[in-house]
Structures are given as C-alpha cells and as structure tokens.
DNA sequence: CGCTTGACACCGT
DNA sequence: AACGGTGCCAAGC
C-alpha cells in the first residue's frame, strides 16, 4: 500500500454529497505532504474508481482537478452529488468537508 | 547529489 | 479580500 494507493483508497470512501481537503487526508495517512496527496490524484491509475472530485482545496475551492478547465462538467456532477458549487466555491464547505470518514465500513 | 517543480496550505502585507 | 512569500514532502531532471 503506497501513499499514492491510500489516497485514492480515501477518495472512495467520501461519501456523497461530502468533500474532503488534500490536507485532511494528507495529515489522515499520517503525513504533511499535502502536496503530495494533489499529485497522488493527479497521478490517479484509477480515476473512474477514485472521486478525486470530491476532494477539494482547504478554501473550499475546486483545486486544481478542474478549475482552470472547461470541465465544469465535474462541478455538475458534484451538485449532483449534493455538493453546491459556486463560482468555483464548494457552498458549505466548512459543512460538507468530511474529516473522520475513516474506514469504519465494511 | 543538488536544483526545480507540483491537483496545497498558511502567514504576512 | 487579494496577492506575495515561505514551508511541507516527494519525484523529476
């Protein structure tokens, strides 16, 4: 299990309509290379099986995973999810930013 | 081995 | 509130 692998294995266990932030789970795999977990994502073998979307900066912004693109289509889909998205913003944030998701299930 | 970069974060101005 | 600078950890050149 590399750090990366834990990563993405934390972005599955967001549950929807719930984010997290590169920092929350970089200090949840024991670490502070925030940056570090951002290039995991990036990096992301299993990006269909890994909501990277559902992981946001610590400003309650997108990021970098979609912000500076077209693909909006994303911040749809996280509305979808229950994820109010405005002007780029995640609507509370503050709220919806799930910490302690851990790996009670299952 | 050392410098630079990176889906970030925080403090200071 | 917006912008700039610095710190964090690891990978790439």
Redesign the pocket.
Known sequence: M??DEKVWALCRRIPRGKVT????I?LALG??????????????PD?PH?P??R?????G??????GKMNSWKKIALLRKEGVEVRKGKIEEFEKKTVISFSSSSS
């Open positions: 590399d750090f932030t590169y920092k929350e970089a670490t502070k290379a925030y940056r570090r977990v951002g290039q995991a994502l990036k990096r992301n990006a890994a990277c979307h992981v946001v900066a610590s400003d912004s997108l990021g970098g995973y979609c």
